[in-house]
């Protein structure tokens, strides 16, 4: 009892110790009052890459190499506070690393089996209930003859269908899987009904490059026509695709769902520069009452999502009918070139 007595002073002076720092924390960058609030990165109206773009630029070389680490430095001036990257979650939130400590409102969280020891259990339903808890799939779960055709050997992402190679990821690999990359399984439903997104957009071209034809290249590759802009000669700053779906939960509980956007370039792009048949270029969760509905709005960066890379490893954004997949739903939007002068 007398120790109990001894203790409880301490633990009243390190609780209120604890309120005194988080009281006197600075305000984030961000946050009303904080020293960045005027400058465009703290701009909620700018796609993502342009504010990122805005940061990474007032950073100095300095600055950028404590960045690089996972304690990586605040920078004060900018109202960037410090950051501890190393976690674990290979399989659930852990704190084996220093960046994650549970406490307080988180007292703890779900960790599950790693991969080797779940397989070891040979209990195919444990691995959906898991599925259901953790949400989406990040990679493809190839069938067993997949391993025959893409031997370890060979890493090359793009399919060569005349020597049997199927290619690999979600990007380049369309034969059949066991569970295909996004796949995610919940205890309810959710639809998805387009909202708002825009039918055509014109990429415009940047200083000497908007007044010459020479910009928009054309290629051919077994008699498509694919024509496509340089990602270098086109003004990326804005030029994003606003995307509104509205989420609904069919089911009866409350549940958490991931929106996937997807984009796929014209065909004859795929065919000029091998590019990928579809890439991931968007994703938002948003936890949705059983039976209600949430409005998710994304930006996608046209010249960072829509672009494919050429043969040559140069970025090119192809005109014409791009498609977007998001669930259920398919929208296409056209991409073309702002008049040129001649």
Same mark, same amino acid.
């Given at each position: 009892?007398? #120790?109990? #007595?001894? !203790?409880? /002073?301490? !633990? @009243?002076?390190?609780?209120? $110790? =604890? %309120? $005194?720092?988080?009281? =006197? #924390?600075? &305000?984030?960058?961000? =946050? /009303?009052?904080? /020293?960045a609030t005027s400058l465009p990165f703290c701009r909620q109206s700018l796609p993502l890459r342009s504010r990122a773009r805005d940061l990474v630029a007032r950073l100095t070389r300095a600055e950028k190499v404590r960045l690089l680490v996972n304690n990586a430095a605040g920078v004060p001036r900018l109202g960037v506070a410090g950051y501890e990257w190393w976690s674990e979650a290979l399989h659930g939130v852990s704190d084996t690393? /220093?960046?994650?400590?549970?406490?307080? %409102?988180? &007292?703890? %969280?779900?960790?599950?089996?790693? @991969?080797i020891g779940t397989a070891a259990s040979f209990n195919a339903s444990l691995w959906e209930l898991i599925g259901r808890v953790r949400g989406k799939l990040p990679v493809t779960w190839y069938p067993q003859d997949y391993l025959q055709k893409a031997p370890m050997t060979n890493m090359a992402m793009r399919a060569n269908p005349a020597k049997g190679y199927p290619g690999r990821t979600y990007r380049f690999y369309t034969g059949p899987t066991i569970h295909p990359f996004g796949h995610g399984l919940s205890y309810t439903k959710f639809t998805h009904t387009l909202a708002h997104a825009p039918a055509q957009l014109s990429v415009r071209l940047s200083g000497h490059h908007a007044t010459t034809a020479s910009s928009l290249n054309a290629s051919t590759h077994l008699g498509r026509v694919a024509a496509d802009v340089r990602v270098s000669h086109a003004r990326c700053e804005g030029l994003s695709i606003l995307v509104h779906v509205d989420v609904k939960n069919v089911g009866d509980r409350d549940g958490a769902h991931t929106v996937l956007v997807y984009a796929s370039p014209p065909a004859a792009a795929v065919? =000029?520069? $091998? %590019? &990928?048949?579809?890439?991931?270029?968007?994703?938002?969760k948003v936890h949705v009452t059983a039976?209600?509905?949430a409005r998710v709005k994304m930006g996608l960066d046209v010249c960072h999502g829509l672009s494919v890379a050429d043969r040559d490893g140069v970025r090119r954004i192809p005109v014409g009918e791009h498609s977007l997949t998001i669930g259920e739903l398919t929208h296409s939007v056209t991409l073309g070139v702002e008049q040129l002068g001649v």
């Amino acid at each position: 009892m007398r #120790r109990h #007595r001894l !203790l409880l /002073p301490l !633990l @009243v002076l390190a609780v209120a $110790s =604890a %309120a $005194s720092s988080v009281a =006197a #924390r600075a &305000p984030f960058a961000c =946050a /009303p009052g904080g /020293p960045a609030t005027s400058l465009p990165f703290c701009r909620q109206s700018l796609p993502l890459r342009s504010r990122a773009r805005d940061l990474v630029a007032r950073l100095t070389r300095a600055e950028k190499v404590r960045l690089l680490v996972n304690n990586a430095a605040g920078v004060p001036r900018l109202g960037v506070a410090g950051y501890e990257w190393w976690s674990e979650a290979l399989h659930g939130v852990s704190d084996t690393g /220093p960046g994650v400590r549970f406490g307080g %409102a988180f &007292p703890g %969280a779900t960790a599950f089996p790693q @991969v080797i020891g779940t397989a070891a259990s040979f209990n195919a339903s444990l691995w959906e209930l898991i599925g259901r808890v953790r949400g989406k799939l990040p990679v493809t779960w190839y069938p067993q003859d997949y391993l025959q055709k893409a031997p370890m050997t060979n890493m090359a992402m793009r399919a060569n269908p005349a020597k049997g190679y199927p290619g690999r990821t979600y990007r380049f690999y369309t034969g059949p899987t066991i569970h295909p990359f996004g796949h995610g399984l919940s205890y309810t439903k959710f639809t998805h009904t387009l909202a708002h997104a825009p039918a055509q957009l014109s990429v415009r071209l940047s200083g000497h490059h908007a007044t010459t034809a020479s910009s928009l290249n054309a290629s051919t590759h077994l008699g498509r026509v694919a024509a496509d802009v340089r990602v270098s000669h086109a003004r990326c700053e804005g030029l994003s695709i606003l995307v509104h779906v509205d989420v609904k939960n069919v089911g009866d509980r409350d549940g958490a769902h991931t929106v996937l956007v997807y984009a796929s370039p014209p065909a004859a792009a795929v065919a =000029a520069h $091998s %590019a &990928p048949a579809r890439q991931l270029v968007a994703f938002e969760k948003v936890h949705v009452t059983a039976g209600g509905v949430a409005r998710v709005k994304m930006g996608l960066d046209v010249c960072h999502g829509l672009s494919v890379a050429d043969r040559d490893g140069v970025r090119r954004i192809p005109v014409g009918e791009h498609s977007l997949t998001i669930g259920e739903l398919t929208h296409s939007v056209t991409l073309g070139v702002e008049q040129l002068g001649v």
